[in-house]
């Protein structure tokens, strides 16, 4: 059996302003607003899986939630 590859793509905050964006841990890009640094990694994720046929996703730290717009905080298990 062969392990499937996955494309990742990493939205994580730059010292001190703005959001790079990496894939596969090497920068590619860098958005000062985390929404657009969202969108350009959802968009590059979703174009080469489309031409490559391989599994990509988009990840970014649980901590940096709270800044996207319209957060709302999950709920703890009880």
Request: glycine letters at 8%; aromatic letters at 6%.
């Amino acid at each position: 059996m062969v392990a499937a590859v996955v494309v990742e793509y990493a939205v994580a905050r730059k010292q001190g302003e703005g959001w790079n964006v990496l894939r596969n841990g090497a920068p590619i890009g860098r958005r000062y607003v985390l929404v657009s640094a969202l969108e350009l990694a959802t968009h590059l994720a979703e174009r080469e899986a489309s031409r490559s046929g391989q599994g990509t996703r988009v990840v970014m730290d649980r901590q940096d939630t709270h800044r996207l717009p319209g957060f709302r905080p999950w709920r703890r298990a009880a």
